[in-house]
Nanobody, 123 residues
């Protein structure tokens, strides 16, 4: 059973940056493809970014492409999401998730989820 814990969220002004971390315990992250999703108040959870278990491939939602970068350090059992040029519409709870499948946008195919970390971007 893999446990995921996100950290690094907070309040930032528009145009600023944050780096989220997702640390795993109880399992080896190198066995999983990893994704970041987000959920804003009153909206459905949406895909943000994903990285292949090997780190060889990444995918991004159009809404974050060019501003967010997903990376992983399998030796540290940690995945990161570097967020830059943040906008108020990026305000949401951000979740990391682990999947044995490379169907990166499909939340239902992710087996393990963290509890989420709040990101608030002020205008």
């Amino acid at each position: 059973q893999v446990q995921l814990v996100e950290s690094g969220g907070g309040l930032v002004q528009a145009g600023g940056s944050l780096r989220l971390s997702c640390a795993a315990s109880g399992g080896t992250l190198s066995n999983y493809n990893m994704g970041w999703f987000r959920q804003a108040p009153g909206k459905e959870r949406e895909f943000g970014a994903a990285i292949h278990w090997s780190g060889s491939s990444t995918r991004y939602a159009d809404s974050v492409k060019g501003r967010f970068t997903i990376s992983r350090d399998n030796a540290k059992n940690t995945v990161y999401l570097q967020m830059s040029s943040l906008k108020p519409e990026d305000t949401a709870v951000y979740y990391c998730a682990a999947s044995p499948y490379w169907s990166y946008t499909t939340a239902a195919l992710y087996s393990y989820w963290g509890q989420g970390t709040q990101v608030t971007v002020s205008s």
